[in-house]
């Protein structure tokens, strides 16, 4: 279906390109967003029958910016190993979209965005914790919406790891037939009761911060940094594993003491580790809002697949033609391989063509973000059969 939509020029940050929908959308909660944003990059070329379109879906703390420098932080895009010129995800040949959530603070709406007044117009105040609450249906459906405006009818891939393979498995359920091929990687299709339980760990953080100021921080100019920067160092252990930490500081001081009689503080950065982790804690504050942080934590805790489908996975994919690749990594104990496994059993259950690999590494659930070269030629290597099938081949 059309969507009457509105798109912005490309800016530099804090604009982001995006569109918005003035029809809104309709939220699993009940609530419906009058109008709502999609902001969104896009990479290498759109063929000329529409047939070549690949949507990257990101994790919890990413946003669209998987294939260039961040506009605020400067660093490289945080899927540059897998997507790119050349790279498993080939923007020679591909046309990749990455869009930011809905729910995120990367320009699409969210709590950071205005919130309507009922005249329909936009208030100087942002939404805060009276955003609505967000499911990863909800968050497929906005990406739905912009793929529609696109004028792409059927996604030759949508590929994702952690709460992007979260997002890939809810697109093939919801539109098989918009889908050829699912990359869902390191992921689930629930969420856990440990891993609900490490997030609300990292919000009860959140809310600790004197600077939380019930979620209304901005008008006392304010952000909770030191309780964002908490959750942002907890969620990353579990991304980590033993032997990566270990392998990268083990118990090596940061300031060792360069003899005896020199004290060292009880309460300083004493290990290599506490440095990197507290580091990771405070550039994370730098880009990222800390309602959005705990409206995407909810999103990833209410994701159940089969809730729907009386218990049975199987079921969301009856009649599939989709194909499927599920990957995960040996020392991912945030999302392990059993669960992809289980994954797999109910899409072979369904009958789909499905293809599973578990990859060998001691790097923990951050495999997928880094140098593996096993996974990257599987990925490769499966899109390549995966275009033939397609007739992607025969086009430049």
Not at 93 to 105: A, K, S, Y
Not at 231 to 252: N, P, Q, V, W
Request: proline letters at 6%; glycine letters at 8%.
């Amino acid at each position: 279906m059309d969507q009457p939509a509105t798109r912005a020029e490309t800016a530099d940050s804090p604009s982001h390109t995006h569109v918005t929908f003035d029809d809104g959308i309709m939220l699993e909660c009940g609530t419906t967003l009058p109008s709502h944003t999609v902001a969104y990059r896009t990479y290498g070329t759109l063929n000329a029958d529409r047939s070549n379109a690949v949507l990257v879906c990101h994790a919890l703390t990413g946003d669209q910016y998987v294939a260039e420098d961040h506009p605020i932080t400067g660093k490289p895009g945080w899927w540059t190993a897998v997507v790119g010129p050349g790279r498993p995800v080939d923007t020679n040949r591909f046309f990749v979209i990455c869009p930011n959530v809905l729910g995120g603070c990367m320009g699409s709406t969210g709590p950071l965005s205005p919130r309507p007044r009922a005249d329909g117009s936009d208030s100087s105040e942002p939404w805060g914790t009276d955003f609505p609450p967000v499911t990863i249906r909800d968050m497929v459906r906005a990406q739905k919406q912009l793929t529609d405006y696109l004028g792409i009818q059927r996604l030759f891939a949508v590929i994702g790891g952690s709460m992007g393979g979260m997002q890939v498995l809810q697109w093939a359920a919801a539109y098989p037939d918009s889908v050829f091929a699912a990359l869902p990687i390191a992921t689930a299709s629930y969420h856990s009761a440990q891993n609900i339980a490490f997030h609300e760990v990292g919000r009860q953080a959140i809310f600790a911060d004197p600077d939380w100021q019930a979620g209304q921080y901005w008008r006392h100019g304010r952000i909770p940094a030191r309780g964002l920067a908490v959750a942002r160092m907890c969620a990353h252990i579990t991304y980590l594993s033993e032997e990566a930490l270990t392998r990268k500081f083990g118990r090596r001081l940061q300031n060792a003491p360069k003899d005896s009689t020199e004290a060292i503080s009880l309460f300083g950065e004493m290990f290599e580790v506490e440095s990197y982790l507290r580091h990771q804690g405070s550039t994370f504050v730098q880009r990222f809002d800390a309602n959005s942080y705990l409206t995407i934590t909810r999103a990833m805790d209410y994701f159940d697949l089969a809730a729907d489908c009386g218990g049975d996975l199987a079921t969301a994919f009856k009649g599939t033609r989709t194909r499927f690749l599920l990957a995960s990594f040996t020392s991912d104990w945030l999302f392990p391989t059993e669960e992809s496994r289980f994954v797999a059993r109910a899409l072979n259950r369904a009958g789909a063509n499905v293809s599973f690999v578990e990859f060998p590494t001691d790097k923990g659930h951050d495999a997928f973000l880094l140098d593996e070269p096993d996974f990257h030629r599987t990925l490769a290597g499966f899109l390549r059969g995966c275009a033939m099938h397609a007739g992607l081949e025969a086009r430049p």
